[in-house]
């Protein structure tokens, strides 16, 4: 099955308090092209939602499920890279001057919704 890198608006993810402040949760959704793999960080009323694809080596970012993370930034679990949660441009480790891929999300009534 083909690994997406986007996913239709409108899709339901469920309540934004599935995620604790400062934290982060997988997502997997399987649509008729292929499975699509993400993740969203919860900052207070927000949620800011990533492909989970390092740009460094295009692996999955945690080795831990929703292990993204880590000392108010996402982090990759396999090269040190870090994230800015706000934006997803690299701070830190081996990929100056890239970013994240983001995923279109937004907060809609206290769920979580593609966009």
């Known amino acids: 099955m083909e690994r997406l890198s986007a996913t239709p608006a409108g899709i339901a993810l469920g309540p934004l308090d599935q995620i ?4 982060a949760r997988n997502f997997v959704i399987e649509l ?3 499975r699509f793999h993400g993740f ?9 939602g990533y492909v989970d694809r ?11 499920l929703d292990d993204y993370v880590s000392a108010g930034h996402i982090a990759c679990s396999w090269h040190g ?3 800015d949660i ?3 441009a690299c ?3 081996p990929c100056p001057g890239t970013a994240l891929t983001t995923w279109p ?11």
């Open 20 to 23: 604790l402040d400062g934290q």
């Open 40 to 48: 969203i960080v919860r900052r207070a009323d927000q949620a800011f």
């Open 81 to 83: 890279a870090l994230f």
């Open 32 to 34: 008729r092209a292929g």
């Open 86 to 88: 706000t934006s997803g």
């Open 105 to 115: 999300v937004r907060v809609e009534a206290g769920a979580i919704i593609t966009a």
């Open 54 to 64: 390092c740009p460094h080596m295009g692996l999955p970012l945690a080795r831990k």
């Open 91 to 93: 701070v830190g480790g």
